[in-house]
Structure formats: C-alpha cells, structure tokens
C-alpha cells in the first residue's frame, strides 16, 4: 500500500514549495499544487493524508475545497494555511472541519508539531482499522471453528461431519458448493464422502467419480508439500485438467489438503461457478486453519468409526463362533468360517490348510479358492501357506505381481487365477503351529494392521474347532475303550459268575504285568481270614485251603490297611515269617509277591495277588496298574452281588404281589393299569397280563351291574383317576359272578415325592357281605321272635295288675315281673340299636335339637325313679343354651341313659346336677352325681361292649353293659364325643359334646 | 254315639287275647282275625273304623293285606295302625309309602297306652 503523502495547496508557489520542502525534510512526503481544481485532482488520486490548504486560491474559495474534501471516500487531515486573520474566516475554516490553522508566516516549529499529531492519529485509525478488521476475520475464524468444533463433540457420523466442514468452510470464502473427498485406504484414489450444495442434477456423477491421486494435476502441492491449490480460471488451469474438472462447468476452484495425523486423508474442493474469485491472503490463510481443525473432527469419527467397525467385527465373531458351536463336525465348521472370513474381510477367496505329517491338506476352501487350492496336499516348503505355517507369523502380500520377496513359483497360481492381494495367518494351538489361514483378493490390497488381527482372531476360532475336534476323536475312542470294558464287565456280571470275572481278572493281571502268577483271596469270616479263591499258574498244592489271617503277610496287610502290599523276596523278608499256626510257608512257590486289595464303597471285598518266581522290584506302574484291575474286578464282584440281591428281592416281591388274596392294581395318572397281580385278574376275569394297559374305569364298566349305588360307585373311581392324591376306599359290586370287591386306593409316589398315580387293593368281601345280611336278617328275626312273648307277659301282667281280685301278695309279684319283662325288652331293644350301630345301618337324621328341652322331657319320664330313691336333681343352663346338630331320638337315647345311670349307680337322697355349657364350637352336657363313682382302673373301658365297671358288679344293680357301650356308638355316629370324669367313692360326672347348630339353619 | 268296631289281626294269640280284652274293656267293639286272609275277608265283608294289622303272620302278611286293602275302593280310606314286633328298616319304609296312621312295636307299648292311643284315632 502507498504510503500517505502532505498535499500543500497553495497559490503562492514559493510558499507552497518551502513548505514541501520543509516537510519532505521532515521525513513527510509532500506534494504541491497550486489551484483549487489541481488540488482536488490530486486529492481524488488517494493516498493524501494531510491537506494544507490555502484558503485564499485563485480559482476556488478554500471552503469550497474543503466541502469537496468531505466527498472523499477517505478524506484527509486538512489544516488551514491563511494570511487572514479574520475571526469570521477562522471559524469558518473550524466549521469545515478543519484540523488545525496556522497563520502566515508559517512558523516550521508550529506546522511541525500540527503535522506530526496528525500523521500519529492517522496512524493510530488506520492501526484501529487494520485491528478491526483482523478481529472480524478472527471472529469470522472462530465461528467457523466453533462450528466444527460443535460438529465434532455432536456427531461421530464421518460423512455428517464431513458435510458440515464443507458448510463451513464454503461459507468462510463465499464459495458456492464445498465437497469432501476420503483417501480410500485400499487404493490410491479419493473417494466423494461429503458435499454441500451440490447442484442436484450432478449429485450422481459427483457420488460415482472418485479421484485418481495420480491423474490429478494438484498432487505435487497437495500432497506433497500439503499446501492448498487455487485458481480462478479452473478451465485454463492445466493443474485442473482432470475430467472431472471439466464434467462441472466452473471458474474457480480451491483444493485444500486435509492432514490427518501428519498424513493427507483427503481434500476439500470448493467452487465458485461462475464467479472469478480473488482469494485473499487471509481468506487463504483462515480455510487453512479451519481445514486443520478437522484434524479433531476426523479422528474422533474415525475413532467412533473404527470403534463401531470392531463392534460389528466382534459381533460378526461372535455370530460365528456361535454358529461353530452350534455345527456338527469340524469340516462343516471350517467351510463356513471359511466363508465368514471371506465376507468379514471383504476379500473373494479363503481356505484353511492344515499340517498333516510334513504335509499340508486342505481343511476348508471357499468355493471361490477351488482352483487356488486344487491340491489336496503340498509340501511345507512349496507354497505360501507353507511359508506362513514354516514361519508361524502372518504373510502379506500387497501385489502378487509386483512382489519381489516371495519365490514367483509359490504365487503363480493364485496370479493365474487373477488374485492381487493376500493374507495368510498361521493356525496355532498352545504356540504349535497347526496349518493357516489364507485370504485372496481380486484387487491389490494393502492389509491394515486390524485386517491381520481381524484374521488372526478367525485363525483362532479354526484352531479351537480344530482342537476341540480333535480331543472329541480322542476322547470318542477312549469311550469306545471304556464302552468295550463296560460290555466285559456286564457280560460278567450277567453270567453272576464271580469265578469267571475272576479268571478274566487274573488272566489280564499276568498278561499285562508280565508277572508269572497272580491270584485272588476273598474274605472268609467262617474260616476266619482271607481264603485263597482264584488263582492262575499256581500249583494247587500252594493254594489249597489257603487261608491268611487279616494283616498277616502281603495279601493280609494289604486288606487291612487298605493299600497295596509288597514284597521284592518272600525269603528276605523277615516281616513274612509265617506263624506256625498257619503252618504254610513253601519254599518253592512265588518269590515276590504285590497285593493291592479289592475295595468298593469301603467294604473289601478282597485282594488281588501279583507274583513273580523270582525276586522282583516292583513299580509303582506295576502297582498302579493291578490297583486298576482290582477296581474293575471290585466293581464286577459288587455288581454280581448287587444283581443277585436285586433278584431275590424282585423274585420275592413277584411271589408276594402275586400269592396275596387281594388283588392289587397299579394305576398311572392316565388312568391306565400299570401292573397287576394274578388275583386281580382273577377278581376281574382276565389275565393279570391282559389288564395292563387298560383303562380302569373301562375295565371296571364291563363288569358293572344294575344297582342304585352304581353311579355314585364309578363316580367314585372316576374322580381318583384325576386326582389320585387323597385315596379312597369303598364297595364295588360286580355282576356275572355277582360279588363285592372292597377297594382301597393309595396314591404312589416316585422316588422325587410326586404322585405319579395309585394303587387299588381289591378284596372280596361277598362272603363277609353275604355273613353281614344274613346277621342282619338273623338279629331282625330273632329280635322280633323275642318281643312277641316278651309282648305277651308284658300285657298279661298288665291285664293282671288291674284285676282287684288278685291278692296284695300275689299284685307285687305280678309288678316285679312286670318290671322284669320290662328290662329284658330294653335289653333286647339295646342289641337292636347296637347291631344297627355297628352295622352302620341305623337311619339317622341330623337336625337342629334343643338340648334343654329334650333333657327337661327325660327328667319329666325319670321323675317317679328320681322321687322313689330320694335323689336331688337340678338342671342348669338349659334356658338359653344354643340347640345342637343331631338326631333327636338317638341324642334322646344317650341323656335317657346318662339319666338313667346316674339315678341308679348314686345311693339313695343323692344329688344329680345337670349342666349345660358352651365349649367352643360345641354344646357340652354333663351330668354329675354323688354316687359311687368308677374307679381309676375301669375308666379306660367303660364305654366297652358289655363292660361293667368292678365297683358296679357288687352293687345290687341291674346292667346290661351295654348302655355305654351304645351311648358311645350314638356320640361317634352323630359327630360328638362322650367321656367320663371321676374318682371311686367321689361321685361321676359324665359328659358329651355336640357341634352346635348354626343360628342360620 | 253307636260303639266303634275294630279289627284286630294278630296271629300269637297270647297277644290276641291280652288286645281283644283289654280293648272290650274300653267298650270298643273287636272282631279278630289270626292272619291275612282271614283279615281281609272279614274286612270286605264288614268294614271296620279301624284295623290294628300285625306284619308277620301266616298266609298273608301284614304288608299285602295293606296293599290290597289300598287297592279297593271299598276299603282304601280304613285307617290302618301297624302293631308287629319286628323293625326291618325295609318294611317301615315301604309301609311309610302305603298310608297308615301309626307303626308301633307292641313290646314297646303298654296295654293303657295302645288304648288311649286308639281312643285318640277313634274320637278324631
């Protein structure tokens, strides 16, 4: 920028130029001139920052120069220069704005000092101004980096935040349409991520063109010395020569390089369509900066993005290993973590070798590595897999073709079959080298450090199924072993002949020992130690009646302590001195001996004998191994025992379940005979092994007769079908025979405690029932065959007893035995009820019953007893006492008794107290007398069938012993409960609950 | 009033007579008769106020001379007293169903009360 200069307008040119001349001395540049239109041209040319003015021109007043001074776009300083010394021209001058005045002669000092203040206060603007303007850039910058900056904490999406880079920065130089491009790390071209403004119709083309570095005229600067590129005449530019640049029409374009960790990721373009853009320093400058503070921007996307990548890679990994899990063998496995591999790395072609000897096979291709891997077995050395699995470390290969450090040999098939790029990683199981991993792709590819760890963590998924397939065939044939061993074991056990698990046993103890005998000693309590059972290649003369103390010698010790036992020479061990007693020792049998004992849930069963003829070391593998013989033979022998234990006691059971008279059915929740025994199918007319299977409630149908109770009876049946829990039990009449079978149900329960169904105990109970109606008909019979003479002498007497003619002697007789005959029809009437009670026959209906009352009418019945003996009798809480739930003529029965008892077993002039109170939910009646009392010893049996108590049998008392007897029988059928409290001598009280009735009913 | 005629069947005859007496004494009018078919034919040929039947007696038992009695129009509405010393839980039910005005086991009652019990019947 020019500097300012000092314009001096003066028409005195000798004064005009002193005064320049003075001021250039000065360090001022000044210019002259000398007519008011000179000046204003001058001035109108810029670059004036003082006007000395004359006011007194020869073509212009000087005020007038002054107004057209203002006109200016940046006016000058003007200072007055003037001989006038007029107040008026003076004011003028100031109104003008003028910024000083002087008057002629000038004094040098004095324009100096005015000069100087100017020039330092235009100094001071022009520094405000520049000030100002680099605040609103700054602003403008900080707004814009603001707005990334808030792009960048808001959103981790790349492309969003790449667009609104692009907003930013077309805004900042005005540009018309800002785009971003990516360095696409596969290849060397930038690939369109981001746009704003980009015209609509060339949206597609602009998305479909990614840019090739090479092709670009900018790269030199762009990427290389990372500068911006521009140009305002894009057509004409050679550096923008690229079709692209030519697909969209447009006049100026700016390139800016966009540094990521000191590396160029990619660029933004801004455009400017049509207009010729004059880039300023500083516009230049702020893009720059503002381009840099993507930096942050891009990182974090970055971060997010390659964060979100390894999510969706560890899903995809888990996805697989999740499929592997679930696939069946391993070739199935390896096939498709093949093709995962493939599509998780986006490459076309993958395949797994695997080291087999020195060779490699092929353990999984995709159907694209067909071709590649079309040998099912190389050599170590002649291929790449060989080179990975040969190193055990990752083997990259950016370009086939281009590659110099692998042997061409090994590459040309996979060039052949137009692959570019490959990855291999070795397959490792606990550091061990096992086969590889391999990836082709059709384009060159530079593998990134997460693509090897990528395929790194598929290789260990290959080795883990791959080892896992491998143990599983390890551990599959050790079941197989096992299994063989299992079906020896259960042969043997299911001859139950120990002897021959035995003689398998001490033939494999010699086989795989190599010992020269071996032997077993089994337990003999009658014999009082361990007697020699089995033996092989020992002579019988060493082995008969062979019987060893417990802990004497090898075997003995062995049983007794419970380990194994040896001896390197029976002859130099003092230990194995025999006692006389056993009397055994001989001198040529076995010489080393090793016993280990047979031990099941720590019961032995006895011991297992080793020998060698010759002295002998054993081992500890030799003691190992004959301990394992001996659990298997332990096993086979518990085993035999257990079965044969089994056995009897099924055999037992069967005999039991099928020679009981009852017969028994197991039913399952379905409702379906389980078992039977014989007599059921007896009962039912079937053979027990027919019933199985059946339906019950079908079975029982085929069977069923007319009758009353038969709906009532199958109801029954039928509801413990569904709910078997509670059990039941009941008559069901059969017909064809007719018969009644008795049943009784228990639910079964399995060994958790769940009931898994029932069992029906059958008994025939026709004869019992058939015994029960004839005793019934017998007891109607005979009962009415007693009454009727009974009947007879009650009424004679009767007839007898009203007759005036009979003499007074003669009239007591007759009413003694009218008393007489009387007590014989109770008697026979009381053994009526009894039969009816126990035989549950007797009719009985419940109804609300006023206790009160009805003991009042006993009273009322028994009051000439009562009066005859003298007795005091009270009844006492009877007015309001709730009425209870019974039937009236039985409940009449019991107080009439009670009643009855009291009078008769208490003395004469006794007292009897009646007493009726709530108990609970009960009603309780008691009677209380002074009488003789029951003694301790008979309270038990009181209420017995014809039970009198001692103290009554030498009283001269009429009983039947029945009384009680049916007033218990009454008390159980009507629900209550009746006992007695009382000391001998002291009096009785008798009592008897009854639920009461509820006010309701 | 002129004397009411009662019928009594009753096959013992201690009983027989021991009833006939003690109710002529009362001034009722008897006839008797010793079993079922004997009853029923002095029942049609002479109907009575009230018959005292007895259930178990030869020929004809007491439940069949009911039931024929209930079967003919002359004699359906004759009151009908049950005197039998036998309880058969069976009989009394279905003698429940014929329409009778009482069912007593003669052991059970005295000669006074059978009177006044027919008394009662007779007066009503």
């Not at chain 1, 003066?10 to 540049?29: K, N, W």
């Not at chain 1, 039937?887 to 008892?901: C, H, I």
């Amino acid at each position: 920028m020019a500097p300012e200069r000092v314009l001096v307008l003066d028409d005195d040119h000798e004064v005009a130029a002193f005064l320049a001349e003075f001021l250039e001395g000065r360090g001022y540049p000044a210019v002259t001139a000398h007519t008011g239109a000179d000046g204003l041209a001058i001035l109108r040319e810029g670059h004036v920052g003082l006007l000395l003015l004359d006011l007194k021109l020869p073509d212009m007043d000087g005020n007038r120069v002054m107004e057209e001074v203002q006109k200016l776009a940046s006016p000058p300083d003007i200072v007055c220069v003037t001989g006038e010394t007029s107040v008026d021209a003076a004011i003028k001058a100031v109104e003008g704005g003028t910024a000083g005045y002087i008057l002629k002669p000038v004094d040098p000092s004095r324009l100096e000092a005015i000069v100087r203040r100017i020039w330092e206060r235009r100094r001071l603007l022009r520094e405000n101004a520049r000030l100002h303007a680099e605040m609103e850039v700054r602003l403008r910058e900080t707004e814009a980096v603001l707005a990334i900056a808030h792009t960048a904490s808001t959103t981790l999406d790349v492309q969003e935040a790449l667009r609104r880079i692009c907003r930013e920065l077309t805004r900042l130089v005005g540009a018309d349409t800002g785009a971003a491009y990516l360095l696409d790390p596969a290849g060397g071209r930038l690939v369109p991520s981001a746009g704003y403004r980009v015209p609509k119709d060339m949206l597609a083309t602009f998305l479909a063109f990614p840019l090739p570095i090479g092709a670009q005229g900018i790269e030199a600067e762009v990427w290389s010395a990372r500068r911006p590129v521009f140009t305002d005449d894009v057509p004409s530019d050679p550096r923008f020569s690229y079709q692209l640049f030519k697909l969209f029409r447009h006049q100026s374009g700016l390139v800016l390089p966009l540094l990521l960790d000191d590396e160029v990721a990619g660029t933004f373009y801004l455009v400017w369509w049509t207009k010729r853009k004059v880039l300023t320093e500083r516009e230049l400058a702020l893009v720059e900066h503002v381009a840099s503070q993507v930096t942050v921007v891009l990182r974090h996307a970055r971060l997010f993005d390659q964060a979100e990548r390894e999510r969706r890679q560890l899903d995809a990994l888990y996805e697989i290993s999740r499929r592997l899990a679930a696939a069946e063998d391993t070739e199935q496995v390896l096939s498709l973590l093949v093709d995962e591999t493939t599509g998780l790395l986006g490459v076309e072609a993958a395949g797994i070798r695997l080291l087999e000897g020195g060779h490699l096979v092929v353990g999984a291709r995709t159907r694209s590595a067909a071709r590649i891997m079309a040998r099912p077995r190389i050599r170590v050395g002649e291929s790449l897999s060989g080179e990975v699995v040969a190193t055990g470390r990752p083997v990259m290969i950016e370009d086939l073709q281009q590659d110099t450090r692998y042997d061409p040999a090994h590459k040309a098939g996979a060039i052949a079959e137009g692959f570019q790029g490959f990855l291999g990683v070795p397959l490792q199981i606990s550091g061990r080298t096992i086969g590889c991993l391999l990836v082709f792709s059709k384009n060159r590819r530079r593998f990134s450090p997460e693509d090897v760890s990528l395929l790194t963590a598929l290789g260990d998924h290959a080795s883990v199924v791959i080892h896992k397939a491998r143990l599983y065939a390890q551990s599959r044939a050790r079941e197989q072993e096992v299994t063989k061993l299992y079906e020896v074991t259960t042969h043997l056990t299911a001859t139950l002949d120990v002897d021959s698990v035995l003689h398998q046993i001490v033939t494999k103890t010699v086989d795989l020992l190599g010992c020269d005998a071996s032997g077993v000693f089994v337990p003999d309590e009658s014999r009082g130690g361990l007697a020699f059972r089995h033996g092989l290649h020992l002579t019988a003369g060493h082995t008969r009646d062979l019987v060893l103390k417990f802990g004497e010698g090898v075997a003995g010790r062995a049983f007794q302590e419970r380990r194994p036992v040896s001896t390197t020479d029976r002859l130099a061990d003092p230990s194995l001195r025999y006692a006389p007693a056993t009397g055994q020792v001989f001198e040529l049998g076995p010489r080393a001996y090793l016993a280990v004992p047979i031990v099941v849930r720590d019961e032995g069963l006895g011991v297992l004998m080793a020998y060698f003829f010759e002295p002998h070391e054993f081992s500890d593998k030799e003691a190992q191994l004959l301990a394992a013989l001996a659990a298997h033979v332990g096993i086979a022998m518990d085993n035999a025992r257990h079965y044969e234990e089994v056995r009897l006691q099924q055999t037992r059971l069967a005999q039991i379940f099928d020679s009981t008279s009852d017969g028994m059915l197991l039913v399952g929740r379905d409702g379906r005979v389980e078992t039977a025994n014989r007599r059921a199918g007896d009962m039912l007319g079937l053979d027990a092994a027919d019933l199985v299977g059946a339906e019950l409630t079908e079975l029982l149908a085929g069977h069923r007769i007319e009758g009353a109770d038969y709906q009532r009876m199958f109801a029954t049946l039928r509801s413990l079908v569904d709910d078997p829990e509670h059990g039941g039990a009941g008559d069901l009449e059969l017909g064809a025979p007719r018969r009644t079978l008795q049943w009784v149900s228990q639910p079964t329960k399995d060994s958790a405690g769940a009931t898994c169904g029932f069992t029906l105990t059958f008994h025939d109970v026709t004869q019992e029932r058939e015994v029960s109606r004839m005793k019934s008909d017998f007891v109607s019979f005979v009962t009415h065959q007693l009454r009727t003479p009974l009947a007879g002498i009650r009424w004679m007497l009767e007839l007898a007893a009203q007759d005036p003619d009979v003499p007074a002697d003669a009239a007591s007789y007759v009413q003694d035995a009218r008393e007489a005959a009387q007590r014989l029809i109770q008697l026979v009437n009381d053994l009526l009820d009894i039969s009816r009670l126990e035989r549950g026959k007797l009719t009985m209906t419940a109804a609300p019953t006023d206790l009160g009352e009805l003991t009042r009418g006993v009273l009322a019945e028994t009051a000439g007893l009562v009066q005859a003996k003298g007795h005091q009798v009270s009844l006492a809480g009877d007015a309001d006492a709730p009425r209870v739930l019974a039937d009236p003529q039985l409940l009449r029965q019991v107080v009439v008794n009670l009643v009855s008892n009291a009078i008769k077993y208490t003395p004469e002039a006794g007292t009897i107290a009646i007493r009726l109170e709530p108990d609970g939910p009960a009603l309780r009646w008691s009677i209380r007398d002074s009488g003789i009392g029951v003694p301790a010893s008979s309270q038990p049996r009181l209420f017995e069938k014809f039970y009198r108590a001692d103290n009554v049998v030498t009283m001269e008392t009429e009983g039947t012993g029945l009384g009680l007897y049916l007033v218990r029988l009454i008390m159980e059928q009507l629900g209550g409960r009746v006992w007695c409290e009382s000391e001998e001598g002291a009096g009785a009280t008798f009592l008897f609950t009854l639920p009461r009735a509820e006010p309701a009913r | 009033m002129t004397a009411r005629r009662i019928l009594l069947v009753e096959d013992d005859r201690f009983l027989r007579r021991a009833c006939e007496v003690s109710l002529r004494q009362r001034g009722f009018v008897v006839t008797t008769a010793a079993d079922g078919e004997e009853a029923l034919r002095q029942v049609r040929a002479e109907p009575p106020d009230l018959i005292l039947l007895d259930l178990l007696m030869p020929k004809m038992t007491g439940i069949e001379v009911l039931k024929a009695l209930r079967a003919e129009e002359a004699t359906r509405e004759i009151r009908v007293l049950i005197l039998s010393n036998s309880s058969r839980e069976q009989d009394v039910e279905e003698i429940k169903t014929l329409g009778v005005s009482g069912y007593f086991v003669k052991a059970d009652l005295s000669l006074q009360e059978l009177g006044d019990m027919v008394a009662r019947l007779l007066e009503a």
